[in-house]
């Protein structure tokens, strides 16, 4: 039987990149002034882990490079060898140099193996430089251990064969090692070798009396002779398990004289082995699905129609399965705890158990059970919910995932930046859809270097001020109402107000006498193309950044904000939507089409009055809200629809805030809200100017979700248009 | 058909164990690490246990050692999954009253074989 | 479109059979006789309401959901820049579905209505659709006589694709109407 073993693949290579993050974090906690043990040993498995799987599943570029990682880890761990920095430092590069082995072998491609080349020179150096003699005794045994006997010329004038001499030790089946399975090994060995078969005659010198003997114990031993020309790795490999606690010796037949033995039928013949039927899992053919859905909705031939597609659908079936088969390098899988899997099972139990009670329920229905009905229809629609809230669950992971590249990260920027750092982390299992989680990494990390390389001061720097050496940054990650708050906090020296307006005034991002709150001028760091940083370093200032940064949140209809105080630090807070598949909408009407906003985004909804509203330009509005001017935008205007075309005084307008800034937006109705299942958009048309995505209504009709930043965008574009105009 | 309890930490190298020898009709049952398979093994006899030496939380050999305490396992064959670095591993695993072992790396055949040999 | 995502396009057509004669679904407008690869065919549903898409094309009808996915539709009236006409109860959507460089792509198309099904071979096909007058030669792939009529094939993976650029242009037709209205 061939077995493919491409098919575990993908999870070899899922578990190695899970091994890496636990080598690497280990290795990153280890304190070289106290080993701890168990931390070495957990670096150990996840090395030997990846170096038993890269073997088994044929990458043994893989396997050869982490063996030598592995043998300097064994040491280590046998305490043959003590662990200084530079093997931590050099463990760490191989973490990053078998990530990148890994990453290339997933996506098919044959992987560079200079980095991996370079850094086994350096171990194989560590290893031989130390006093203890390196690995590769192991493989000796077996294979150069045959006795000179098997080379000796064999004698043609005697029998083939051997005779072998078997005394177990006493305790021989205690192992597990029933001596009989070696007997019928040797029978099928001899039957292979078309010798005459097998002579096996028992000894009973070793029984003891009746009254000491032990049952489980073997007191017996054997003389067992092979017919038959093999070789004696053949036997050995059959004796392999017990070599080491029995006495087994082996002579030539052509070298004994058999004439002094008795001879007794060999007890293993009647050992019969099943040959074992590979089970043919027949792949049921079940009936395309295509075929059912066509509806033939047209008057004409729909007959001869539906033949052909069903035809068709009979002959995509293989083409799709194909392509299944041809993407395994895409990862797309996830990991559930089972306690989310037990949660959905017990749900849909639920789900089971009402569908039935309200089907008996219909069967026999009159008027009188109304009220069973209802409250049914109620029950279903709470299981309902669970389900949908256990299903959500199923995608969320613990923020851990995100945080766990940090303490590398941190250690070697501090490192770069002659820094002292310390790094907390709060908060980590605070679990986040995995779409989020994926795509929120990238902005962390320039959040996380920032601070880093601006808001953390230089040792003198602190010391001078009074405050500890080291510096600390502060990852919390919490619940907060519907979302997900990350913060990335340090306690340097806080955002320079009058620096950053400096630096605004000379990019002509404000004017010079613009007056501006604190909070507006921390804001400014977030406009394209600002960057403080007075040397532009390799860490971070590029200049590109924290524009891109908010840029990426917003597109997971998340917003950021700043808080800063002068000599205590300064606190970056993301905010984030908890899943990117199911959203609280509020559903508006204009004219005949549905929108729905996300509420997160909703400030408040108002009826305009009159005294409300400011015309600062021909057609544009603003009004105030409190001590707030809120521009007003109609999402007829934008959306280009028909709507009830009407004054503004008495419209119904919702106030909305993306990103940026609030921005009133004109609707016709307000209806209800729900929550709604997100789907895409792009996935069959086109990204969509101001729109997120679409969700199915009750009815099932299409509605879309509007994009509140792309809509704020926009309306401040319209904003500086009518600007420029008028100036 | 005999069953089988396949012991290993890395999913991986257990869903090819397993599929191998579901393959060849075995029945198989899988465990992620020492301490999970023997309260399995404490539910049902297997004919024959396979497993890994280096696990979290239980190893291979301590997972012997207590297989061997209990009366239903006193003489079913044990193997460990070994690395050729690891020749004190096979001594220790022997010592704890292991069966044998089969080498990593190794491919579906082999293990195959070896199991075949050992069930008879 | 990449010559990737062509010549992907031409293997998924040419199909399994070892003949070369392939099966095409035809259908009607303005009295003319089209046809799509058959394999490109999911369903055929009646015209129904749709969701429209702010500052689309306007070919582009708007969005339905088909069991959970939204599909957009294309009034291939408008696309070709035939003449228009009131949808009636026959007016039929095609659903079609193609492979793209981005993956699968399903789109309805609204026709007059569906003909028949012909079995027609590459070799009878003839590729001179710019002899054809007034006709929007850019979906065409060929040309082919089932007796005595001629039927247009079109290139179902042209079609399906949504050229970023139209629709820029016809915002900007939009745009620039809407501030004429100022």
């Given at each position: 039987?061939?077995?493919?073993?491409?098919?575990?693949?993908q999870?070899?290579?899922?578990?190695?990149?899970?091994?890496?993050?636990?080598?690497?974090?280990?290795?990153?906690?280890?304190?070289?002034?106290?080993?701890?043990?168990?931390?070495?040993?957990?670096?150990?498995?996840?090395?030997?882990?990846?170096?038993?799987?890269?073997?088994?599943?044929?990458?043994?570029?893989?396997?050869?490079?982490?063996?030598?990682?592995?043998?300097?880890?064994?040491?280590?761990?046998?305490?043959?060898?003590?662990?200084?920095?530079?093997?931590?430092?050099?463990?760490?590069?191989?973490?990053?140099?078998?990530?990148?082995?890994?990453?290339?072998?997933?996506?098919g491609?044959?992987?560079?193996?200079?980095?991996?080349?370079?850094?086994?020179?350096?171990?194989?150096?560590?290893?031989?430089?130390?006093?203890?003699?390196?690995?590769?005794?192991?493989?000796?045994?077996?294979?150069?251990?045959?006795?000179?006997?098997?080379?000796?010329?064999?004698?043609?004038?005697?029998?083939?064969?051997?005779?072998?001499?078997?005394?177990?030790?006493?305790?021989?089946?205690?192992?597990?090692?029933?001596?009989?399975?070696?007997?019928?090994?040797?029978?099928?060995?001899?039957?292979?070798?078309?010798?005459?078969?097998?002579?096996?005659?028992?000894?009973?010198?070793?029984?003891?009396?009746?009254?000491?003997?032990?049952?489980?114990?073997?007191?017996?031993?054997?003389?067992?002779?092979?017919?038959?020309?093999?070789?004696?790795?053949?036997?050995?490999?059959?004796?392999?398990?017990?070599?080491?606690?029995?006495?087994?010796?082996?002579?030539?037949?052509?070298?004994?004289?058999?004439?002094?033995?008795?001879?007794?039928?060999?007890?293993?013949?009647?050992?019969?082995?099943?040959?074992?039927?590979?089970?043919?899992?027949?792949a049921l053919a079940t009936k395309n699905k295509e075929v059912d859905k066509i509806t033939a909705a047209a008057p004409v031939v729909s007959e001869k129609i539906e033949k052909a597609l069903e035809k068709v659908a009979v002959k995509k079936a293989p083409k799709v399965e194909k392509k299944a088969a041809a993407k395994p390098a895409e990862n797309t899988s996830i990991?559930?705890?089972?306690?989310?899997?037990?949660?959905?099972?017990?749900?849909?139990?639920?789900?089971?158990?009402?569908?039935?009670?309200?089907?008996?329920?219909?069967?026999?229905?009159?008027?009188?059970?109304?009220?069973?009905?209802?409250?049914?229809?109620?029950?279903?629609?709470?299981?309902t919910?669970?389900l949908q809230?256990?299903v959500m669950?199923i995608r969320?992971?613990?923020?851990?995932?995100?945080?766990?590249?940090?303490?590398?990260?941190?250690?070697?920027?501090?490192?770069?930046?002659?820094?002292?750092?310390?790094?907390?982390?709060?908060?980590?299992?605070?679990?986040?859809d995995k779409t989020v989680?994926e795509k929120?990494?990238?902005?962390?990390?320039?959040?996380?270097?920032?601070?880093?390389?601006?808001?953390?001061?230089?040792?003198?720097?602190?010391?001078?001020?009074?405050?500890?050496?080291?510096?600390?940054?502060?990852?919390?990650?919490?619940?907060?109402?519907?979302?997900?708050?990350?913060?990335?906090?340090?306690?340097?020296?806080?955002?320079?107000?009058?620096?950053?307006?400096?630096?605004?005034?000379?990019?002509?991002?404000?004017?010079?006498?613009?007056?501006?709150?604190?909070?507006?001028?921390?804001?400014?760091?977030?406009?394209?193309?600002?960057?403080?940083?007075?040397?532009?370093?390799?860490?971070?200032?590029?200049?590109?950044?924290?524009?891109?940064?908010?840029?990426?949140?917003?597109e997971l209809n998340?917003?950021?904000?700043?808080?800063?105080?002068?000599?205590?630090?300064?606190?970056?807070?993301?905010?984030?939507p908890?899943t990117l598949a199911i959203l609280?909408g509020?559903l508006v009407r204009v004219g005949e089409e549905v929108y729905i906003f996300p509420?997160?985004?909703?400030?408040?909804?108002?009826?305009?009055?009159?005294?409300?509203?400011?015309?600062?330009?021909?057609?544009?509005?603003?009004?105030?809200?409190?001590?707030?001017?809120?521009?007003?935008?109609?999402l007829?205007?934008i959306f280009n629809i028909d709507?009830?075309?009407?004054?503004?005084?008495?419209?119904?307008?919702?106030?909305?805030?993306?990103?940026?800034?609030?921005?009133?937006?004109?609707?016709?109705?307000?209806?209800?809200?729900q929550q709604v299942v997100i789907k895409s958009l792009e996935q069959n048309y086109e990204k969509v100017d101001s729109i997120s995505g679409a969700t199915i209504l009750g009815d099932g009709t299409v509605a879309l979700i509007v994009d509140i930043?792309g809509l704020?965008?926009?309306?401040?574009?319209?904003?500086?248009?009518?600007?420029?105009?008028?100036? | 058909?005999?069953?089988?309890?396949?012991?290993?930490?890395?999913?991986?190298?257990?869903?090819?164990?397993?599929?191998?020898?579901?393959?060849?009709?075995?029945?198989?049952?899988?465990?992620?690490?020492?301490?999970?398979?023997?309260?399995?093994?404490?539910?049902?006899?297997?004919?024959?246990?396979?497993?890994?030496?280096?696990?979290?939380?239980?190893?291979?050999?301590?997972?012997?050692?207590?297989?061997?305490?209990?009366?239903?396992?006193?003489?079913?064959?044990?193997?460990?999954?070994?690395?050729?670095?690891?020749?004190?591993?096979?001594?220790?695993?022997?010592?704890?009253?292991?069966?044998?072992?089969?080498?990593?790396?190794?491919?579906?055949?082999?293990?195959?074989?070896?199991?075949?040999?050992?069930?008879? | 479109m990449t010559n990737a995502a062509q010549q992907k396009s031409n293997d998924a057509v040419s199909g399994t059979g070892?003949d070369d004669e392939q099966q095409y679904l035809t259908f009607i407008m303005a009295g003319e006789e089209y046809g799509v690869d058959i394999l490109a065919v999911q369903e055929i549903r009646g015209w129904e309401p749709t969701t429209v898409i702010p500052n689309a094309p306007e070919y582009i009808k708007g969005v339905i959901n088909l069991r959970g996915t939204i599909v957009p539709i294309m009034d291939l009236r408008s696309r070709f820049s035939l003449e228009r006409v009131e949808y009636s109860p026959v007016t039929v959507v095609i659903i079609l579905k193609v492979e793209t460089e981005r993956g699968e792509r399903v789109m309805g198309i609204v026709v007059d209505a569906v003909s028949d099904v012909h079995s027609i071979?590459d070799?009878?096909t003839?590729n001179?659709p710019?002899?054809?007058?007034?006709l929007n030669t850019e979906f065409i792939r060929s040309l082919v006589?089932v007796?005595?009529?001629?039927i247009i094939l079109l290139d179902v993976q042209r079609l399906l694709t949504i050229d970023r650029q139209v629709i820029d242009q016809a915002v900007d037709v939009v745009?620039?109407?809407?501030?004429?209205?100022?």
């Open positions: 039987m061939s077995i493919d073993l491409s098919q575990f693949h999870v070899f290579f899922e578990e190695s990149f899970e091994g890496l993050d636990i080598m690497e974090s280990s290795l990153l906690a280890l304190d070289l002034t106290e080993v701890d043990a168990e931390t070495i040993n957990t670096i150990f498995r996840a090395a030997h882990s990846i170096k038993g799987g890269a073997g088994t599943f044929g990458f043994m570029q893989v396997s050869s490079f982490t063996h030598v990682v592995e043998t300097l880890l064994d040491e280590i761990r046998a305490g043959d060898r003590g662990i200084e920095q530079d093997h931590v430092d050099l463990f760490l590069q191989c973490v990053d140099c078998l990530r990148g082995l890994m990453s290339d072998l997933q996506a491609s044959e992987p560079d193996m200079t980095q991996a080349d370079d850094l086994k020179i350096k171990f194989e150096a560590i290893l031989a430089g130390g006093e203890v003699i390196a690995e590769d005794n192991d493989e000796a045994g077996t294979q150069t251990g045959n006795s000179d006997i098997s080379h000796a010329s064999p004698d043609d004038s005697g029998e083939k064969g051997w005779k072998i001499e078997f005394i177990p030790c006493e305790d021989v089946l205690c192992t597990g090692n029933e001596p009989y399975r070696m007997f019928r090994e040797l029978q099928e060995l001899a039957e292979e070798g078309e010798g005459k078969g097998l002579e096996v005659i028992p000894h009973l010198e070793r029984l003891p009396d009746f009254s000491s003997m032990h049952p489980e114990m073997c007191y017996m031993s054997w003389t067992i002779i092979v017919r038959a020309d093999i070789e004696l790795s053949e036997i050995e490999e059959i004796f392999e398990w017990v070599v080491d606690d029995c006495d087994i010796r082996y002579q030539r037949l052509s070298e004994c004289d058999l004439s002094t033995l008795e001879v007794h039928q060999a007890v293993g013949s009647t050992a019969e082995v099943a040959e074992v039927e590979v089970e043919a899992t027949v990991r559930v705890s089972i306690d989310k899997i037990d949660g959905l099972i017990n749900m849909v139990g639920e789900l089971v158990i009402t569908q039935s009670m309200l089907g008996q329920l219909g069967q026999e229905f009159d008027v009188s059970r109304l009220q069973s009905l209802q409250e049914g229809l109620s029950q279903l629609e709470q299981n919910r669970e809230e256990s669950k969320m992971l613990p923020i851990s995932f995100a945080f766990s590249r940090f303490p590398r990260l941190v250690r070697d920027l501090s490192k770069q930046l002659d820094k002292e750092v310390e790094l907390v982390m709060l908060g980590e299992n605070t679990e986040l989680m929120i990494g990238d902005p962390l990390v320039h959040l996380v270097r920032n601070s880093l390389d601006h808001g953390l001061e230089s040792v003198q720097n602190r010391t001078d001020n009074g405050k500890s050496r080291a510096g600390t940054i502060t990852l919390n990650a919490y619940h907060h109402g519907g979302n997900i708050v990350i913060e990335v906090k340090d306690d340097g020296a806080g955002l320079n107000k009058e620096r950053i307006r400096k630096k605004a005034i000379e990019k002509g991002i404000i004017g010079e006498d613009e007056h501006l709150t604190d909070s507006q001028i921390y804001d400014l760091i977030f406009q394209a193309g600002f960057s403080t940083a007075d040397v532009v370093s390799d860490v971070s200032g590029r200049g590109v950044g924290m524009d891109v940064v908010r840029r990426n949140i917003a998340g917003s950021i904000d700043v808080s800063s105080k002068d000599g205590e630090g300064s606190t970056f807070s993301i905010r984030l908890l609280d509020q509420l997160v985004s909703i400030v408040e909804s108002i009826q305009l009055e009159k005294s409300m509203l400011n015309n600062i330009t021909g057609n544009q509005f603003v009004m105030q809200l409190r001590n707030e001017y809120v521009p007003i935008v109609s007829q205007d709507g009830e075309k009407k004054d503004l005084e008495g419209a119904m307008l919702v106030v909305v805030e993306g990103d940026t800034e609030k921005v009133g937006i004109v609707v016709d109705e307000l209806l209800g809200q930043s704020n965008n926009k309306s401040s574009e319209n904003k500086s248009e009518d600007q420029t105009q008028a100036a | 058909m005999a069953t089988i309890l396949a012991v290993d930490d890395s999913a991986s190298m257990r869903q090819m164990v397993a599929f191998t020898l579901k393959g060849a009709g075995y029945d198989v049952q899988e465990a992620s690490d020492g301490s999970e398979a023997l309260s399995i093994a404490k539910t049902r006899k297997f004919d024959l246990v396979l497993s890994d030496v280096n696990m979290p939380v239980m190893d291979g050999i301590e997972l012997v050692t207590e297989l061997r305490k209990l009366g239903d396992y006193k003489f079913v064959p044990v193997l460990m999954l070994t690395t050729e670095s690891a020749g004190d591993k096979k001594m220790a695993g022997k010592q704890a009253g292991a069966t044998g072992w089969i080498v990593k790396p190794f491919n579906p055949e082999q293990l195959l074989n070896t199991i075949k040999k050992v069930l008879g | 070892s071979s070799s009878d003839r001179s710019e002899l054809i007058e007034d006589s007796d005595d009529n001629m745009a620039d109407t809407d501030s004429d209205k100022e």
